[in-house]
């Protein structure tokens, strides 16, 4: 598993310098998807901070594009494990690519929707307004899949039941979010960068 030791020691840090280095890993097409669809460092930094309760933890992106958040967090906290789930194959693909060429061994990458997967494996989430696509009418990320006001609310009814379930203490940091999306058992504890991310902590 790739280890910061100290800034700039280490190949991998060139990377993390600035969100434009971070892209090149990626197509072009997919860089120009960034600035509307995935996670800027600074954000990712704050996430890590709250999430990463302990070593060992597992943190998962829902709805992970191609990566970038899980990345910069695995690089941020190498004794973290970060999971993403992607409903789009090819957007795997990519952050699957990008994982390769870091090197990187704490992240982990799952096509899937994320009404299928089992919450309970996970610690803590990172949620970045990911259902919000189906109610865009321009930026969306392609044309490859249906999007419907149904389908917004229905993801949003599953997140919902899934973090209901979670035990006291599980943490959501979520970024461009309505709080009513966000069980009653979760207590808002911070907000930061003008209240657009939000952190949360199960206590009920
Ligand atoms: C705003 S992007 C965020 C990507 C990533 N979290 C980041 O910050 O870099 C939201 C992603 O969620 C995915 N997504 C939306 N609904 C989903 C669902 N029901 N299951 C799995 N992925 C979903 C989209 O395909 C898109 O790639």
Redesign the pocket.
């Known amino acids: 598993m790739y280890q910061a030791t100290s800034a700039y020691s280490n190949p991998i840090d060139k990377w993390f310098r600035t969100d434009a280095q971070l892209n090149r890993l990626y197509p072009d097409s997919i860089q120009l998807l960034a600035h509307?669809?995935?996670?800027p460092l600074q954000i990712?930094q704050l996430v890590a901070q709250f999430l990463v309760t302990h070593p060992g933890v597992n943190v998962l992106?829902?709805?992970?594009?191609?990566?970038?958040?899980?990345l910069a967090g695995a690089y941020y906290k190498p004794h973290a494990s970060f999971y993403?789930?992607?409903?789009?194959k090819d957007?795997v693909a990519h952050a699957e690519d990008a994982r390769e060429m870091l090197g990187f061994q704490n992240v982990h990458f799952i096509h899937?929707?994320?009404?299928e997967l089992d919450f309970s494996q996970y610690d803590h989430f990172?949620?970045?307004?990911?259902?919000?696509?189906?109610l865009m009418d321009k930026e969306k990320?392609d044309d490859n899949?249906t999007y419907s006001t149904y389908?917004f609310n229905y993801?949003h009814r599953?997140l919902y039941k899934k973090l209901n379930a979670m035990p006291i203490g599980t943490r959501v940091a979520t970024?461009h979010c309505l709080d009513n999306k966000i069980p009653p058992g979760y207590q808002e504890v911070d907000s930061q960068v003008q209240t657009l991310l939000k952190f949360w902590i199960k206590v009920l």
């Open positions: 509307r669809h995935w996670t990712t992106d829902i709805g992970s594009g191609v990566g970038k958040f899980c993403g789930v992607e409903q789009r957007l899937g929707n994320i009404t990172y949620f970045f307004n990911s259902f919000y696509e189906n990320i899949i389908l993801y599953q970024f």
